[in-house]
């Protein structure tokens, strides 16, 4: 079964820092880009950074940049996403996605940020 599970969610404070897991099973996905997305209560799901599979390119929102970093382990199949300075904005269900067009999506971790 091809899935993709994140994990590493969970309650810190403002300025404090988590970093996120997604793991990958039953196939590899290192020439596809990989993905993290947010949804907070009551907004649309929105793009937080991105990785390529091949050069491994990073890319981020705006609104994370230069606090969030992605990164990953072909070998073990794994993608993290390092979060420093979080703020209370960053409080959501935190996804990773892959494959052709983000075909494949993990279930979710959720990351609250408290002030």
């Known amino acids: 079964q091809v899935q993709l599970v994140e994990s590493g969610g969970g309650l810190v404070q403002v300025g404090g820092s988590l970093r996120l897991s997604c793991a990958a099973s039953?196939?590899?996905?290192?020439?596809?880009?990989r993905g993290w997305f947010r949804q907070a209560p009551g907004q649309e799901r929105e793009f937080v950074g991105s990785?390529?599979?091949?050069?491994?390119?990073?890319d981020y929102a705006d609104s994370v940049k230069g606090r969030f970093t992605i990164s990953r382990d072909r070998a073990k199949n794994m993608v993290y996403l390092q979060m420093n300075s979080l703020k209370p904005e960053d409080t959501a269900v935190y996804y990773c996605?892959?494959?052709?067009?983000?075909?494949?999506w993990g279930q979710g971790t959720q990351v609250t940020v408290s002030s």
């Open positions: 990785i390529t599979g091949n050069a491994g390119i990073t």
């Open positions: 039953g196939r590899s996905f290192s020439g596809y880009r």
């Open positions: 996605a892959a494959g052709e067009g983000y075909a494949l």
